[in-house]
């Protein structure tokens, strides 16, 4: 599975990095960065959760 962030929408509110810190982590501008282009396997559910927090929906889970 791959995460594709939009970053023009997202917030900076860091939610996705405060449930997900292994997948999410944000930039100096506060912007979202996925650590992982493609996420390991072991990785799904957090990053899942990650996405789902997002208050703007600018994480998108991709198969
Ligand atoms: S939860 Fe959404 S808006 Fe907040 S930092 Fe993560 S991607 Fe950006």
């Given at each position: 599975?791959?995460?594709?962030?939009d970053?023009?929408?997202?917030?900076?509110?860091?939610?996705?990095?405060?449930?997900?810190?292994?997948?999410?982590?944000?930039?100096?501008?506060?912007?979202?960065?996925?650590?992982?282009?493609?996420?390991?396997?072991?990785?799904?559910?957090?990053?899942?959760?990650?996405?789902?927090?997002?208050?703007?929906?600018?994480?998108?889970?991709?198969?």
């Amino acid at each position: 599975m791959r995460i594709v962030a939009d970053h023009g929408r997202c917030e900076g509110h860091g939610l996705c990095a405060d449930v997900a810190p292994e997948v999410y982590d944000l930039d100096d501008e506060a912007v979202v960065v996925v650590r992982h282009e493609t996420v390991p396997e072991g990785l799904r559910r957090p990053a899942e959760n990650g996405a789902r927090v997002c208050p703007v929906a600018a994480l998108r889970v991709e198969p």
